[in-house]
């Protein structure tokens, strides 16, 4: 990976910053935060290491991206436009009547959504279908899934950590977007979660942890996910909610409230 | 006696019918292979059979994910753990998505007997009903469950269908036409319409022989697809004969007695009662004792008939 490259994706992770920020106060409503934080990850995913074809989305041999945490969709219909799946014009739709950008992902609306999320928890079970749905037919195709870390208090991801790691799904790679706060504060008060590293390992798990910001250490996870045979891998990233935004980065209050038009311009000059 | 056969055993030996034509079935189950007869496709089929264990949420979207990628999926558990345990995962993985997944569940009704009130699950239609794009499916016997799962496994979109633990009564021939969302009439008749699913198919066909004997002429209609629910034939019925009787092995609330309330009440009113648990929960026991204590019987039927007929207009 030379560093031009890593400069590229570096350049798109900041145009996709910006679009999140513009399609949410067109909008009006919705998740910034979780966008933010995640917006490295998927852009890494859609730019550089997933196999997928924009002009033809039902490609069989395609790598799939779940999003389980269905509420951080802007970042990925904002990668999805600009790998030129849809206009980016779309974007300014989101949310809005008869948009196929719904405020919560659904794959019977959006080319290149492979996933329908919005009721936290389901995203690594499904990942894990598919990945298992690879196996079967013997497909080379390998399965991306990024969850939140609130997310994760849920019981059926570790009924899900547990069949991805019995049914050796070594194709699973799983990003925990480590953010640390949650709707009502910072995720280890609410509920906490810690050692999470340590608990993917004990369920049998590959585990990674990194800076989910850097270029570098996303696209080494996903090669040493790669290379990992015999078991699922879980790439603990450490996040910032509101990355890039001054005024939303590590702040609460930004979790599922749009920018105003004021803020919008203030954010924008940040990420220019 | 009519010939017995239970529900799960024709479910499991379709499943293995269906596993040798189709590659692309994949069954899944949740530690009840045995129980709810996927055990057969397992012992068949050991490369397309995953056990999730006790963990009926993740096997659901495991179903979603396997489904995205062009399988046909089984899943199959106890109608309890399959329905309201795992509702959410329904709604948003599978019915939503239009997710080619196929939930079967047992042990539905309150017919699962001495297990009791945790294991009877009397109110999944209620909750399956209610989901856009979920076709909903209770077959009266051994013959119609086996012509449903085929049928169920041509089509690309999700279905429940919902079976039990006892063996039932045969009510069906070899060369019954099963169809999607249509009603059958099971005996003709002008003075009143008993509608029923499941094993109460057989007690509303006992009933209606009582009926006859008495000079009353009852329509006998199985109503197996639950949703779409076939309104011309509910119509029909009322337009015809003036009087319904609802017959499930469900709550009243929000099964087969509301679904066809709800045609009725908005084409064509008639009087109409309901057979089936009465907003309660259920209660261990032999499943005749408890046809009988929540007056599911044939003769409570009957004795529906009559009130009914009384406030004929």
């Known amino acids: ?272 | 006696m009519a010939e017995l056969m239970a529900t799960r055993d024709a479910y499991g030996e379709t499943l293995v019918k269906l596993g040798i034509e189709n590659k692309d079935i994949v069954v899944l189950d949740a530690d009840c292979s045995s129980s709810t007869r996927t055990s057969l496709f397992k012992e068949k089929f050991p490369d397309r059979f995953f056990n999730f264990g006790i963990g009926e949420a993740n096997m659901m979207g495991f179903a979603a994910g396997l489904a995205s990628c062009g399988k046909t999926v089984f899943a199959s558990t106890f109608a309890v753990f399959g329905s309201a345990r795992v509702f959410d995962q329904i709604r948003t993985s599978i019915a939503w998505p239009k997710a080619n997944v196929k939930i079967v569940v047992t042990h539905a009704g309150i017919s699962v007997g001495e297990d009791g009130a945790s294991h009877q699950a009397i109110e999944d239609l209620a909750l399956m009903r209610s989901l856009p794009n979920l076709t909903v499916i209770v077959p009266a016997d051994g013959i119609e469950t086996e012509k449903a799962v085929i049928t169920a496994a041509k089509d690309s979109t999700p279905f429940y269908i919902r079976l039990g633990r006892a063996k039932f009564p045969i009510v069906f021939s070899d060369d019954y036409e099963f169809k999607i969302g249509k009603g059958t009439i099971l005996k003709q008749g002008n003075d009143v319409t008993i509608i029923a699913i499941g094993l109460m198919v057989f007690e509303a066909l006992q009933a209606a022989a009582e009926l006859q004997k008495e000079g009353i002429k009852a329509r006998v209609i199985n109503m197996s697809t639950i949703k779409p629910i076939d309104k011309d034939i509910i119509i029909q019925a009322a337009i015809e004969t003036g009087a319904i009787v609802t017959c499930e092995e469900h709550s009243i609330i929000g099964g087969l007695g509301s679904a066809v309330a709800e045609v009725l009440v908005e084409n064509n009113p008639v009087a109409m009662k309901r057979i089936g648990v009465k907003d309660r929960f259920g209660l261990s026991g032999k499943p005749d004792e408890l046809l009988e204590r929540f007056e599911m019987k044939s003769t409570h039927i009957v004795q529906a008939v009559k009130e009914v007929m009384m406030k004929k207009s």
């Not at chain 1, 609410?190 to 590959?206: H, L």
């Not at chain 1, 990674?208 to 996303?218: A, K, L, T």
């Open chain 1, 1 to 272: 990976m030379s560093n031009q490259e890593i400069q590229e994706l570096e350049v798109k992770a900041k145009e996709i910053r910006r679009w999140i920020i513009k399609m949410l106060a067109e909008a009006g409503s919705g998740h910034p935060g979780g966008a933010l934080s995640c917006t490295d990850i998927i852009t890494a995913l859609y730019f550089k290491i997933m196999n997928h074809k924009p002009d033809n989305p039902k490609w069989e041999d395609r790598d799939r991206f779940v999003l389980s945490k269905g509420h951080s969709c802007p970042a990925l219909y904002s990668a999805l436009a600009l790998s030129g799946y849809f206009p980016t014009s779309e974007l300014m739709r989101l949310r809005k009547l008869d948009s196929f950008l719904q405020g919560h992902t659904d794959m019977t609306a959006t080319p290149g959504v492979e996933m329908s999320a919005g009721s936290l928890g389901q995203g690594l079970s499904v990942a894990g279908g598919m990945a298992l749905a690879a196996k079967l037919d013997k497909k080379k195709f390998r399965v991306y899934v990024v969850l939140g870390d609130g997310e994760s208090q849920e019981g059926q991801i570790w009924e899900a950590a547990m069949a991805c790691a019995h049914y050796k799904l070594d194709n699973l790679c799983a990003f925990l977007d480590y953010n640390k706060l949650q709707i009502d504060g910072p995720v280890n008060e609410v509920m906490v979660i810690e050692p999470i590293v340590d608990k993917f390992k004990a369920f049998g798990w590959n585990t990674i942890e990194i800076d989910g910001h850097d270029m570098h250490q996303i696209i080494y996870a996903t090669n040493e996910a790669n290379i990992t045979y015999g078991k699922p891998t879980m790439v603990i990233a450490h996040t910032i909610k509101g990355k890039g935004v001054s005024f939303m980065e590590g702040k609460v209050g930004y979790h599922g409230v749009a920018p105003t038009k004021e803020e919008e311009q203030k954010a924008l000059l940040e990420l220019e």
